[in-house]
């Protein structure tokens, strides 16, 4: 039972890093087009929907499994946060600083673009976390706490990063697009829509 548990720890630390990175490159890539003060509400605002949204998602787990359309619906809404990105990112503009009328996006947009983040990559977070955890309930607390940490911190360092290098948001857009991607594809083959032959098969569902 102890060798069991310690895999399944393993096994829930190798998830989260993998997908709390997904969502603390799009909360650091909203964040960026802020001003300091505004930058660390929204990664603020990040932080807490998505431990809210992962603490949903938990408690639902095997009632959701069965919705592969959630899929496709949050693959198609992360493509319209990485046209938003773009266009807030590379555009326009070098960030303002506070004192100036600028061209820094709505505050609520900001928070809206990481809400909607949050939704689509809690779902696939818990999906990851619950499934390893099985009845461990205690590891999938761990897991969905260990999560929100990594977001939080990779968050800061992401939008400080993105403010003085612009390019490294070229990256981060490219794997925002490649998740939308995942998440679309894994959700055409859920519905039957598209079949993909192994070894593909396990990466996209």
Sequence with gaps: KMLEETIIFIQIIFIDIVMAADNAVIIGLVAANFAPMNRKKIIMWGVLAAFIFRVIFAASATYLFQFTLIKLIGGALLLWIVKDLWQDLFSSKKIKSPTKKSKEPSFMRGVYQVLIADITLSFDNVIGVAGAAQQHYYLLIFGLLLSVILIGTAATYFANVIKNHLWIGYI???VILLVAIQLIIG???????LTIHEPFASWLI
Aim: hydrophobic share 60%; charged share 0%.
């Design 172 to 174: 981060g857009l490219v």
């Design 187 to 193: 959700g055409l083959m859920g519905l039957g829509v």
